[in-house]
């Protein structure tokens, strides 16, 4: 223990992905992904549509359907394939949804205690916590003492997936697609907050690492990645730093895709048409 100042800082952690390769009813998705996230940092991964980047997300989170063909996924050392989500989520590893699910008869607060509970946490002052969370981004008390996500705007959902990783702290979350869904103001809110988060904390915790999958730059305006990564068809063509964003939003996704990508069967492997109009349409080949 320090004497008074500042609490002295936790070890970092560090969720390592090492030549992970995955397949989803049948099909390879993932061929090959290296990435490594510690504590404080921000890693944006950016892709086409049907890249693998949600698949990514569901295998590093245990998410059934999802088979591991090869590879490795560490938290700190613990082999994190082995484990069950929950068991996931009580090391420090969170996953915000794209699409956040609604779940009848069930509250975002009662959801918070138990989570808390399952990882030893004390829920003494988790009403009071939430308040303050709750209007830090915007977001209506009611709506957390109600069954959740029901009926809730897309922004809504955001902004409730974001206080669940304000209260729980975890150490490194994954976001998918968060800024799918939701109008310049939630995404502001969600991701001031998240960046916030990222900062040391005053009880000695280190920032959370954040593995930022998107689409936009404008989520990268305010969550500042220290490294951008672009998947292409189940692997990483290119990484770099924040200007790779830039240069994927300027030049569009035609510019990485001669690089590292051999063809997989893409007859068997069909892509989903962009919405006209939309920046997905950047991505598409
Ligand atoms: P991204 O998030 O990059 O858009 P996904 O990881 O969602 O891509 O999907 C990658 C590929 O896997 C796509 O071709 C998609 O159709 C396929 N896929 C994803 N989930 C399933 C599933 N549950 N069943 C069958 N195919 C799937
Ligand atoms: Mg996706």
Known sequence: MGSGGAAPEKARSTLAIHGLRGAVAGKEILRGIDLEVSSGEVHAVMGPNGAGKSTLSAIVMGKPGYEVLGGSVTFDGHDVLALPT??????????????????????????????????????????????????????EERLLHRSLNVDLSGGEKKRMETLQLAVLRPRIAVLDELDSGLDIDALRAC??????????????????????????????????????????????????GPELADELEAGGYAAFS???????????????????GSLDELFTT
């Open 86 to 139: 929950w068991e996931r989520a009580a090391l420090g590893l969170h996953l915000v949804l794209q699409y956040p699910i609604e779940v009848p008869g069930v509250a975002l607060d009662d959801v918070l205690r138990e989570a808390l509970a399952a990882r030893g946490s004390g829920t003494d002052g988790v009403d009071a916590l939430l308040g303050e969370e709750a209007a830090r981004i915007g977001l």
């Open 191 to 240: 991701a001031r907050r998240i960046e916030a988060a990222t900062q040391p904390s005053a009880d000695g915790e280190p920032g959370l690492g954040v593995l930022a999958i998107t689409h936009y730059n404008r989520l990268l305006a305010e969550l500042r990645p220290d490294r951008v990564h672009i998947l292409v068809r189940g692997r990483i063509v290119e990484s770099g």
């Open 258 to 276: 001669a690089d590292g990508v051999d063809d997989v069967a893409s007859a068997d492997h069909p892509r989903p048409r962009p919405t006209p």
